[in-house]
Every structure is written in C-alpha cells, then in structure tokens.
C-alpha cells in the first residue's frame, strides 16, 4: 500500500476537507468571495528538478526488502536504483545519483539519440561513380554503413537483409559493359581519424568484439561475416577494396587500389542502401552489436553537423537527448557503445530515459520492442533460470559487461502489476562473472516486490 492510501493519511484527508469546508463557510458568511483557480501550466515530460525522482521512505506497505540481496558480496562497488515510473517515486536507491561507467547500457542512450535525431527509418547509402577525368577509375565511396555486406547472392551475414557488394558488382559491371576497370579508389572521409578510441584496449577488436569505426567497411569487419563475435581487421577498407575486385569479376582483376578523397568530376553508376534505423537498433540492442553502436552514434553526429569523431560524440548525443527533454547536465560520453570505460552516467539518468522508454514517447517505443527479454531473447535468453525463472518474461532490460562492471536496466513488469524501471550496476576492479548471478537474484527479488519494494538498504540483523 502507498503512502497516499494509508489508514492515517485517510484520516488526514477527511479532517483536511471538514476544515476546509468550514473555512469556506466563514469566508461566505463574512462576505468574501472565492476568485477560482488559476490553469496549472503545461509542462512537457523532462527529469527537471519538478520531475526528478527523490528516493521515498519506507512507507506503510513498502515492507518487501531486498536489502540482503542487494548486501551480495558479488555485487562490488553496487550503484543501483529502481523507480515507479507512474509516481516518480524512487523505491530503492544506492549511490543512484552518482555518475558511473555504464557498460554496454550505453547503448540505449545511443539508440535513443539515432531515434531522435535520424528517426526510425534513416538509412545509409553507399553509392559508386565513375571518375570522368580518369577513365577506366571508379570510386565507391562510404557513408557510415557497417552491415554493407560481401557475402554471395542468396547468403546471410550477421546483418539480416543487409545491403551487398553483389549488387553494386551488377550495376558496376552494366555500365562498363566490356572496358575493364583499372583502378578502384575507397573514400572513407566521411568520418574523421582516428576510428579507435583510446581508451578501449585493442583486444576489443583482436577477439571480435568490435571493429575500427572507418565510413567504408563491410560486415563490420569481421573475419567470418556470419558470427556475431569474429577477429577484425587492421584495415577494414582494404577489405572492402578485395571484396568488391572479387565481385566484379574478370573486369577488375587487374584494377589497383588506393585509398583516397573522390574527385570532383563523378558519374553516378551504383548505389544500395541499408536496412532501416530501426532495424539496426533492434539487432544492436538484442546481442550487443557493439559497432553498430559506434557507427549510429557518429551517423548522429554528422547529422546535427558535427563531424563524426570520437570527440563530438560527447556533444552529438547530449544534444539528441536534450532535445527529447532529458536533462544531460553531469555526464560525460566517450562512445557510443559503452566499451570505454570512462563512459559517466548516474542511475537516475537511465531511469529517466528508461521512463521515456516505458511510455513510448517519440519513437521510443522500438527500443522497448527491441529490449532481450529475461530468460527469452537476446543477452538475455540464458539468464534468470533456477530460482529466478518466475521473472523470465517479465523483465525487459539491456545487458552491459566490461572488465570491471557488470550491469543490467531496463523495465520490469513486477508481480503485483507494477511497472518499474532500474538499473543496476557492479563495478570493481576485482569485479567476477558470478556477479551478474547475484544481479539477476536482486532484479527477481524487485520484480517479487512491485510497489511494496522497501528503501531499506542495509540488512537488518537477525
């Protein structure tokens, strides 16, 4: 039971209105009149100090505690808190206010900028032209799309429907007929140097994990387009200069490759485009595709006319969520998929966004589609079995790992039929596997408690 629904706040209320009812009766009888009320002013939904969550005491019917699961030693350096989005109220709270490395959960501030700034049904295009002053040269040149893809006719990569260097092959190949191509230039200018942010260890891209940011690539780079987790590249436009000679054919056997700025003087003679926006959130969001990430948060920056470093993404993103009525003051955004580590962002954000998500403002309601479902879908489709399994299809989160966090956030529909957003964050430099155990049994104690979810923090001792 909420404060508000109490036996004494009900009480409160009766004697409230019998003296108010009494007031009104003497400002009558004394021969004053009542000037009505003025029209509460409109305000749109934003975390402004008005709307920003404050953690609630206990109140009478909040005796569900998950303090002792929360007291976990697994959960090192914890930074958690959950709110009741329909009251604003937060429900638990530790450390919620203090900025922190998010983790993979970065990538929903990602998807919900590429939602508000290019919308769901942006899509990149990679266009090839024949240079007119150089005959026998073509260029392709890149725009941002990681999911252009070198697999055969009839094949699939890790990007479903993915746009294919085939087809451009096709379109490249009826317009030289029989002249043989002799030179083919990559323009990858589009986004600036350097395409690897310092402070993510080069391992990242050495196992698989993500690929250098470069505006021409394909398959994100990976060795094996077909596995998501797949070595990448020193030199992810070479491989598309490879690829796109194989594709060709006999005509392009010969043809040398540079790496340079398109001329000026260009013919047109093959394009393909991506799949929408939103079908790259949907996947970004279920596996953690980690260079769809990058990619949509530079493709943010160039679109708000910045110039899709590393350095502007800070900015780019700040600004895609100012605009959605977030208040972005106190964080500070390294990258787009949450793999550096330097990454600072406070509970009480995501919530606020998650609240967004919830709601489905804008266009938000894709990110809540495309959320891995405990114990179902995505990163989260072998998690919350055992004692947890009564929370599997209830919560709706985004996982998050790096060397020394363990994270998860997002929505859960707790049993008594509450809607509750959270995040939950461990991080430590002694920070192990087992912890993302000890923070599904802390999201399954929330989701047990809904609404009765007590503030306690501590365990009380027995």
Not at 251 to 266: S, V
Not at 383 to 403: C, E, P, Q, S, V
Request: with cysteine.
């Amino acid at each position: 039971m909420s404060k508000s629904n109490s036996p004494l706040s009900y009480v409160r209320q009766i004697a409230i209105g019998a003296a108010s009812g009494l007031l009104l009766l003497v400002l009558i009888i004394g021969g004053f009149t009542l000037a009505a009320p003025s029209a509460e002013p409109t305000s749109s939904a934003t975390n402004t100090p008005t709307d920003s969550p404050t953690v609630t005491p206990t109140a009478s019917g909040r005796d569900c505690s998950v303090a002792e699961l929360a007291a976990d030693k697994r959960l090192l350096g914890l930074h958690a808190q959950v709110m009741n989005p329909a009251t604003n109220e937060v429900l638990f709270d530790i450390l919620g206010d203090t900025p922190a490395q998010t983790a993979s959960v970065m990538k929903l501030l990602t998807a919900a900028a590429a939602l508000q700034v290019l919308g769901p049904n942006f899509r990149v295009q990679t266009k090839v032209y024949a240079d007119i002053d150089l005959p026998g040269q073509i260029v392709i040149i890149g725009a941002g799309d990681p999911t252009l893809s070198r697999v055969g006719v009839g094949k699939q990569s890790v990007y479903e429907d993915a746009p294919k260097l085939s087809d451009l092959a096709v379109q490249i190949n009826k317009w030289a007929r029989a002249t043989p191509i002799t030179s083919i230039v990559l323009d990858s200018t589009y986004f600036p140097e350097p395409g690897w942010e310092p402070g993510v260890d080069d391992s990242e891209r050495t196992i698989g994990y993500q690929s250098i940011v470069t505006a021409l690539q394909v398959d994100g780079d990976r060795d094996n387009p077909t596995r998501g987790v797949s070595a990448r590249s020193a030199d992810p436009v070479d491989r598309v200069g490879v690829a796109l000679k194989k594709a060709i054919g006999p005509l392009a056997e010969m043809a040398t490759l540079t790496q340079a700025k398109a001329g000026t003087n260009l013919l047109q003679i093959g394009v393909v485009q991506s799949q929408p926006i939103s079908k790259w959130i949907s996947h970004m969001l279920q596996v953690s595709d980690n260079t769809e990430a990058e990619y949509l948060a530079r493709l943010v920056s160039k679109q708000l006319g910045y110039d899709g470093s590393f350095s502007s993404i800070d900015v780019a993103i700040k600004s895609a969520l100012t605009s959605a009525g977030l208040v972005t003051t106190g964080l500070n955004l390294k990258d787009g998929s949450g793999e550096n580590e330097e990454n600072q962002v406070p509970a009480t954000f995501i919530n606020a966004l998650l609240k967004k998500i919830l709601n489905g403002e804008g266009n938000f309601g894709i990110i809540k589609q495309a959320l891995p479902v405990a114990g179902e879908s995505g990163s989260l489709a072998n998690r919350f079995k055992g004692d947890n399994i009564d929370a599997a299809g209830h919560i709706l989160a985004k996982t998050g790992w790096t060397r020394h966090e363990y994270s998860l956030a997002g929505i859960i529909m707790a049993k008594d039929g509450t809607d509750l957003v959270f995040s939950i964050a461990a991080i430590d430099a002694n920070i192990k596997d087992t912890a993302k155990e000890a923070i599904d049994n802390l999201a399954t104690g929330i989701y047990r408690c809904g609404d009765k979810l007590s503030a306690e923090t501590t365990p009380k001792i027995k």
